[in-house]
């Protein structure tokens, strides 16, 4: 059984890999969000959290 032409060059099988390179990375990406957002506003773990001690302004 042989390939289909459009699957026997080089570039087309690179171009499959890097679209699946960019779904798989858009999965995780989508994944990391979801659990960033679901996280509560004041957790402290946020690194995006204020810090709780002021510093003094001179």
């Known amino acids: ?3 289909p ?3 026997q060059n080089d570039g087309a099988w690179i171009a499959i ?5 960019f779904v798989l990375a858009g ?5 990391v969000f979801l ?6 506003p004041g957790d402290p773990a946020s690194p ?3 810090p ?4 003094p302004h001179e």
């Not at 659990?35 to 509560?40: A, D, F, G, R, V």
């Not at 709780?52 to 510093?55: L, M, T």
Request: no cysteine.
């Open 1 to 3: 059984m042989s390939l």
């Open 5 to 7: 032409v459009w699957l």
């Open 17 to 21: 890999g890097i679209s699946v390179l």
């Open 27 to 31: 999965v995780v990406m989508h994944r």
């Open 35 to 40: 659990n960033i957002l679901k996280q509560p």
């Open 48 to 50: 995006l959290a204020p």
């Open 52 to 55: 709780n001690e002021s510093r």
